[in-house]
């Protein structure tokens, strides 16, 4: 039905979620610096204290890097309508996941423009940066503008399926939002698409959609996973540094009966980001069986900036979550399962919790069976809260919720990691 925008190989490659093993992770996220140290003998005797004699970082100063003297704020805890239609689910089967598969090699493609497409969109979809974009296109962007019909070469490390023009009906109660969030693309997209059509339209108008399925929709398709697969609308990046940067496009996390969003207005995030805590949280949900949802803090507003009181939570890439509880105490066999599952996806930078809380968390893990090696990777506990060490750092005054910092997409170098 539709016209077709761009073309490069037939078979797309499988991106299957990743397994819960963080020994697998660690091995492969390349990212949490040098092996760390044996912890020395006789630590562990006091869980608030730096452990003596461990290597301190020079480089890395907890409390700089999240949100220094940061508390669980208590007040808002407005459950509000958190319901965008941003966020599409599908159901798969229950099956176990898959083993992740190798990285393609990369490919030659030729990617026709989209209306409305930017540099970095593009290079999302790919799997590549807008540097090399412009190396491998002479005069590309002239003028700072890219034109709808023209193409680019891209050796692309991801090949999704072709995008293509369709016409789609408007149904009786939809939004421009929903249809957005129903093909996978920005609304203000969708609104360029058809600047003809009335803001507000009647069931039965045709409007122009340029569709954009993702590795990931074609890899779900063909082999269902055991947890859920999210359609999260492209177009929500991060710029600039977690303390100092903004967020352009932001996504909202959706409503979920698996979360409780506290503050719907700062639950705003990047694509990549809002997709990792989706799939992280769907991990923890189907592996805890938690009885209660868990409740969602801050993230960031829409455009991103300066979110009081925190000094971070400027770029979509970070999120505060309380600890899961049994009546009024912390759950830490489900708090572990919590941090086991974000740092199973291999996207996550840091989980901010207090030095002083990281002994139960480490007990926990031990108890449900964690190696040793996992957890030299997963904790900084017992080597000392200023410690280069471990996924989980400490930062003053997260003692009832973590502050879990995503990375920044692949394609993204407008985004600085810390």
Known sequence: MGLCLSFGSASPASAALPGPAISEVAAAR????????????????????DAPGAPVSAGFDPDAAADDGEVWLEGDGSEGDAGTGEVTVVEPAPVPDPKPEPKPERTWVQHRIVPGESGLDIAERYGVTVAELKRWNKGYGKNGQLYAGRSLKVHARLVPPPREKILV????????????????????DLRAWNKSVPTKF????????????????????????????????????????PNSGRL?????????????????????????????????????????????????????????????PHSSHRTGRDIDIRLPKVGDEIDW????????????????TYIFLDYSQQRQLHRAAKAAGATDKELEAAIQYPRGSRTNNGIVRHAKGHTVHIHVRVKCAE????????
């Open 411 to 418: 394609a993204n170098d407008r985004c600085a990691s810390d």
């Open 333 to 348: 066999r489900a708090a572990w399962i919590l941090v086991r599952s974000f740092i199973a996806s291999g996207e996550v």
């Open 202 to 241: 009647k069931a039965g108008t045709a409007l122009v959609v340029y569709t954009n399925p993702t590795v990931d929709d074609e890899a779900a398709a063909a082999t269902p996973g055991a947890l859920p697969q999210f359609n999260v609308p492209r177009g929500g990046y991060a710029i600039g540094a």
């Open 30 to 49: 390349g990212s949490t610096g040098p092996a760390p140290a044996a912890a020395p003998a006789g630590v562990g005797a006091d869980a608030g204290a």
């Open 169 to 188: 009906k408007v149904n009786k109660g939809d939004t421009w939002g929903k249809i957005a969030a129903r093909h996978g693309v920005r609304e203000k």
């Open 248 to 308: 352009a496009g932001g996504v909202q996390l959706p409503d979920s009966e698996m979360y409780k969003l506290r503050r719907p207005e700062n639950a705003y995030g990047t694509s990549h980001a809002v997709k990792v805590v989706l799939e992280s949280i769907a991990r923890y949900t189907r592996d805890a069986k938690p009885d209660m949802p868990l409740e969602i803090g801050d993230m960031s507003k829409q455009g991103g900036g300066r979110l009081r």
